[in-house]
């Protein structure tokens, strides 16, 4: 009888493990370049024919990221992301890049990227940044410089601030996803279409209502909606 407890609950912790790993298997072939023009409808991209697939397929110019980017905005930050949008030699191989800009003072606005980890590097200047835990949403965070390195674990919500008050920073970050998604917080709460009642976010902030058709209508102006 303890024989067969034991063989079901090694079973049952085989399942389990089987089932972490599942969502992310490993590719099942050298490459997978993305087909943007296939029709097929996949998790990710159809695999253009690797008989058709050269050198330029796995290259993306410096262009892309080698400069500083206009953060000329409210937020006074601006992402460059290097994904499968935009280099289709990526897909299926788990990795993304995006270079951040910032303003002095600017701000990179606490976010989650749903479907990845993200490593970051700071390229100059001196940032504050940081991440908040589920809940009971424990915050670390951090004053790194240039050279350092922070690690934003997958799906919490995180953020980063230039300190400097006249000079511009920047950092390249490592994503864990060819595609890792991006989820502003302040803009799905308050700027989502259609919107969320604002019985709902004022009863959820405790706070009137008032302030939140103001936040809304900001957001929505923002958004273009």
């Not at 330029?56 to 206009?70: L, S, T, V």
Request: glycine residues 4%.
């Amino acid at each position: 009888m303890a024989s067969s407890s034991s063989m079901f609950i090694a079973a049952l912790l085989a399942l389990a493990s089987w089932q972490a790993i599942a969502f992310d298997p490993s590719p099942l072939q050298d490459f997978c370049v993305a087909d943007m023009k296939s029709p097929v409808q996949v998790n990710g991209f159809a695999c253009k024919d690797p008989m058709a697939v050269n050198s330029d397929d796995f290259f993306n110019p410096a262009r892309i990221i080698d400069q500083p980017r206009d953060t000329m905005n409210k937020v006074g930050s601006n992402v460059t992301n290097i994904n499968v949008m935009n280099f289709p030699g990526l897909n299926t191989l788990g990795i993304s890049l995006a270079r951040i800009d910032y303003a002095p003072l600017g701000v990179n606005p606490p976010h989650i990227h749903p479907r990845a980890t993200e490593l970051l590097t700071v390229l100059e200047g001196t940032l504050y940044l940081g991440f908040v835990t589920s809940n009971p949403n424990r915050l670390f965070s951090k004053v790194v410089k240039k050279g350092d390195v922070f690690v934003f674990p997958k799906a919490m919500i995180h953020f980063q601030m230039n300190l400097a008050h006249d000079k511009p920073a920047a950092a390249l970050s490592s994503l864990s996803s060819q595609n890792p998604g991006v989820i502003t917080i302040a803009n799905a709460v308050f700027g989502s279409n259609p919107p969320i009642s604002d019985d709902v976010l004022a009863r959820a902030f405790q706070v009137e209502k008032k302030l939140i058709d103001w936040l809304q209508s900001q957001f929505w102006e923002n958004n273009n909606y």
